[in-house]
């Protein structure tokens, strides 16, 4: 990784940037995923986003929105995570969902969950979640939340739908 990279929480002034990264790095039919719908209507920024810079440019970005599941509060929505396509697979990714998931934990977070794809997050220990035992509002492939416990034992205490707080 390049050395001039710095990551630091997302600020207000990150916002227009981070939105015109979303379409280059996802492509369109974004906003019908179910995670969309959770974070539909939420701060755009939560103290736990993150972003990486180069001098003068933004090059990638996550966001986490805390949520409840099942009523119970304590857990983050990880997502998105973006990267700039010049800037893919030299670890900026990894550096942004491992420095978020150590801020989350220091900050007493107990479960992150997500939507992605298990390959690229079970390398910072996210799991399949059982089926039926957290679900979205809207569609979701059940192979595809994933749940890393930040806190020991802690996806036992969450059962139900993930909402914002
Ligand atoms: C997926 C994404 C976030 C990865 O970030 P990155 O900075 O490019 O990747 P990193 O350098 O952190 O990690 C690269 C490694 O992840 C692997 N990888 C990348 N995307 C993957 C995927 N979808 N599934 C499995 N592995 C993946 C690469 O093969 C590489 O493996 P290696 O370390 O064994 O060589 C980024 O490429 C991106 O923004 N993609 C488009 C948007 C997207 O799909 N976001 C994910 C939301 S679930």
């Given at each position: 990784m390049s050395l001039d990279v710095t990551v630091r929480p997302a600020t207000p002034e990150d916002l227009p940037a981070i939105q015109a990264l979303q379409p280059r790095a996802f492509g369109p039919?974004?906003?019908?995923?179910?995670a969309y719908r959770i974070r539909?209507?939420?701060?755009?920024?939560?103290?736990f986003c993150l972003v990486a810079v180069v001098p003068g440019q933004l090059i990638a970005s996550i966001r986490f929105t805390e949520v409840n599941i099942g009523g119970a509060p304590g857990a983050l929505l990880l997502g998105p995570l973006a990267v700039e396509p010049a800037f893919a697979g030299q670890g900026h990714g990894r550096r942004l969902v491992a420095e978020g998931l150590e801020r989350a934990k220091a900050a007493g977070v107990r479960l992150s969950v997500l939507v992605g794809d298990e390959p690229y997050y079970a390398r910072f220990g996210f799991l399949r979640v059982p089926p039926g035992q957290i679900w979205l509002p809207g569609p979701a492939d059940p192979d595809r939340i994933l749940a890393v416990e930040l806190?020991?034992?802690?996806?036992?205490?969450y059962r139900g739908l993930i909402s914002a707080r």
């Amino acid at each position: 990784m390049s050395l001039d990279v710095t990551v630091r929480p997302a600020t207000p002034e990150d916002l227009p940037a981070i939105q015109a990264l979303q379409p280059r790095a996802f492509g369109p039919g974004r906003f019908t995923r179910a995670a969309y719908r959770i974070r539909e209507g939420q701060p755009l920024l939560s103290r736990f986003c993150l972003v990486a810079v180069v001098p003068g440019q933004l090059i990638a970005s996550i966001r986490f929105t805390e949520v409840n599941i099942g009523g119970a509060p304590g857990a983050l929505l990880l997502g998105p995570l973006a990267v700039e396509p010049a800037f893919a697979g030299q670890g900026h990714g990894r550096r942004l969902v491992a420095e978020g998931l150590e801020r989350a934990k220091a900050a007493g977070v107990r479960l992150s969950v997500l939507v992605g794809d298990e390959p690229y997050y079970a390398r910072f220990g996210f799991l399949r979640v059982p089926p039926g035992q957290i679900w979205l509002p809207g569609p979701a492939d059940p192979d595809r939340i994933l749940a890393v416990e930040l806190a020991p034992g802690a996806l036992l205490e969450y059962r139900g739908l993930i909402s914002a707080r």
